[in-house]
């Protein structure tokens, strides 16, 4: 019996491995048909290979608010098997070699690896169970039962109490492993014969090698080749930050994506790493207030797409009948529209919560970008306020169209020194786009030079040279015109050698910091609240006042998430603020919600479902602050329109907290 038994299970082991195989390599030739990473995806080995460990063994990810309980469960499984692995070998080779065991480990060795097994496969049972209540009974909204749920669920069900009924089995016939576990369950079931246990032994052995068999090739044919494509993913994550690359117009005869192939290698993986826990979609701000975009499905989508695509993408390439990526193909079907909707293209407002939320680092946002360029370059599929952005912006260098002769106006009488007649200035003071333009920020602007001149800093501005940075642009899918801005911007800070930048604009910020080394700037870049802070901690401005009001910060996307830029703002507000008069909103630093405007948003209609800004602001306004308190000029817009939104704006002030500072130095400031 047990002669048949194995050689039944060896044809099941070579029909396991050899799909599994099979499938290995058919999907490794799938992410072949993607493009190259314009992002390096190999350096720093020592710091991918810690972080692979910080994510992989650690689990941090799993385990983070507000999914703590699914965490530990998820942390356990992860753990469980990988102690299981042992046995799952010892199991398998028993086929060809009945006495295999890794007993030669010795006894402390081998002892410690079954007690750890022992428990850890309890908890893996426990988790099991936990799992199969939350996935089928309590069921959260953003949990997707795909028919693979429970099969997984019921075979590592199955997987965990072979193991025990082998270990029960064992030692009744004497085995002398450290198993606690195994061993009250032995006293409390049996079996008490050594022909019993001979006879379960065997069944519960074949039974556990056989599902395990069955388990493996299902890997890759079920969303759990997450299992192994996790790995290789976190490894290679875009440690450069969040940004697009520069496109090169004078060759492409393509831009953005719309077809399988146009997606890159790395994006491709993206799709078989994505676990389907859809955090993504639950913290999505967009997705939050009743828009359709869903970054959790769209990874899901585009990975049902390369399925489907790939095989015929090959074919033809092989055919050499591959049309270009400007031609229609019949048989390779359009991505937009398809795996994702226009709206929910345009609903994104790139905040990251999707990125800092996943726990295999996959990269949604750069995704539905790519998308956006093809719908504004090769469609011209935009908005009609957007239109008007766009020629604001070629035509006077700024969103509102104002013209760009009055870009310094708002320094008028202030005695600020031009770069061009002070090249020897430390900082080059960027005023951006809101602060020379919106009457709102404005004010922000002329007290973050106060700050500075009390705190004797040396620095310039541009004057009526600056122009737009171009994030909005680029955001919104207009390489094309971000290349001619960027580029014309670079060359202008060259010119005057600038090495450092101060600007209060986190979307500038970011576009200086990360990517304007594409076009031949590379210096260093402060926000201004980072700046605030280090004069602070410098004590070269001094406070004489404590603001007596209730205060509540909100943390910037691009600030926050994109720049884990969290610490600062608060360290000022201390210095400011009474601490029992400061607070905070439930959702902050990296869960923090947006306020709408990223992504190009400020300049978009918000049609669809709820207002973004609404809804933060009246989290805001749940807390009863007197001051509500941003370090973005988009933040402080959207904010004011939410306090005004709620009839509060008589009870509740917003602030940038430039201006909070303005108002404590010494000698003391008026009130805006």
């Not at 390096?40 to 309980?69: F, H, M, W």
């Not at 074949?206 to 890997?219: D, G, K, S």
């Not at 499905?297 to 090959?314: F, G, S, T, Y």
């Not at 401005?541 to 205060?551: K, M, S, V």
Request: charged share 25%; glycine share 6%.
């Amino acid at each position: 019996m047990r002669m048949v038994l194995r050689l039944i299970l060896a044809a099941l082991a070579l029909a396991s491995f050899g799909l599994f195989a099979f499938r290995f390599k058919q999907l490794l030739d799938y992410l072949k048909i993607g493009v190259e990473s314009p992002i390096p995806r190999t350096d720093d080995g020592n710091v991918r290979l810690k972080e692979t460990a910080k994510y992989v063994l650690a689990q941090i990810c799993s385990r983070k608010e507000p999914y703590i309980s699914t965490g530990i469960m998820h942390t356990a499984i992860f753990w469980g098997f990988l102690l299981l692995f042992p046995t799952a070998v010892e199991a398998v080779l028993r086929i060809a070699f009945p006495e295999f065991s890794f007993a030669f480990l010795g006894r402390y060795l081998y002892g410690g690896l079954t007690l750890l097994q022992d428990i850890f496969a309890l908890g893996v049972f426990v988790a099991i169970c936990g799992a199969a209540v939350r996935r089928f009974i309590v069921k959260p909204k953003r949990v997707d039962n795909h028919w693979d749920a429970p099969v997984i669920l019921g075979l590592i069900a199955g997987v965990v109490i072979t193991f025990f009924a082998m270990n029960m089995a064992e030692i009744q016939l004497g085995e002398k492993a450290v198993r606690p576990i195994s061993g009250i369950l032995h006293a409390l079931l049996g079996p008490h014969t050594t022909t019993a246990a001979s006879s379960i032994y065997t069944g519960a052995w074949a039974l556990h090698t056989a599902i395990l068999l069955v388990f493996v090739p299902l890997l890759l044919y079920s969303k759990h080749m997450h299992i192994i494509a996790g790995v290789p993913n976190i490894y290679l994550q875009n440690k450069e930050g969040f940004k697009q690359h520069r496109m090169d117009f004078e060759n492409a005869e393509f831009f953005g994506v719309n077809r399988i192939d146009q997606l890159s290698w790395k994006d491709l993986l993206d799709t078989y790493a994505c676990t389907y826990c859809n955090r993504c979609t639950d913290q999505c701000p967009a997705n939050n207030t009743g828009k359709p975009l869903e970054p959790g499905m769209l990874i899901q989508n585009l990975r049902d797409a390369l399925l489907e695509d790939a095989p015929e993408v090959i074919k033809l390439k092989k055919e050499d009948k591959l049309p270009p990526p400007d031609e229609e193909c019949e048989t390779v079907k359009p991505l937009i529209d398809r795996v994702i909707s226009r709206d929910a293209i345009w609903s994104c407002t790139t905040c990251g919560a999707c990125l800092s939320i996943c726990p295999v680092l996959n990269e949604h946002p750069q995704k539905i970008v790519e998308m956006r360029r093809y719908l504004t370059l090769m469609e011209s599929d935009i908005a009609e306020e957007l239109q008007i952005t766009f020629r604001n912006l070629e035509n006077n260098s700024n969103p509102w169209g104002v013209g760009f002769a009055n870009r310094a106006d708002w320094a008028e009488g202030l005695d600020i020194p031009l770069i061009s007649d002070n090249p020897d200035a430390e900082y080059l003071l960027w005023v951006g786009c809101a602060g020379a333009y919106d009457d709102r920020y404005k004010k922000v602007m002329k007290d973050l030079v106060t700050i500075l001149k009390a705190a004797d800093v040396s620095f310039a501005i541009l004057g009526v040279e600056e122009k737009c940075c171009g994030d909005s642009a680029r955001r919104l899918g207009n390489e094309y015109l971000f290349e001619m801005m960027a580029t014309e911007v670079a060359e202008l800070l060259n010119s005057y050698n600038v090495k450092k930048i101060i600007t209060a604009c986190p979307h500038g910020y970011h576009t200086f910091k990360h990517e304007y080394s594409q076009y031949g700037w590379n210096g260093e870049v402060w926000h201004h609240s980072q700046f605030i802070a280090k004069l602070i901690r410098e004590k070269k401005i001094r406070f004489n006042i404590a603001l007596p009001h209730r205060t509540i910060y909100h943390d910037s996307c691009y600030l926050g998430r994109h720049n884990n830029i969290y610490d600062e703002p608060r360290y000022i507000l201390r210095n400011l603020v009474p601490e029992e008069q400061l607070t905070e909103m439930d959702r902050n630093h990296e869960r923090s919600f947006c306020c709408g405007a990223g992504g190009g948003r400020m300049w978009m209609e918000e049609k669809i479902g709820h207002r973004i800004n609404v809804v933060r602001c009246q989290e805001a306004l749940a807390k009863n602050p007197d001051k509500i308190v941003t370090a973005c000029p988009f933040c402080l817009t959207m904010f004011e329109d939410g306090v005004k939104d709620a009839g509060k704006e008589e009870e509740v002030s917003v602030r940038d907290i430039a201006e909070l500072v303005a108002r404590a130095i010494e000698p003391p400031q008026p009130e805006a």
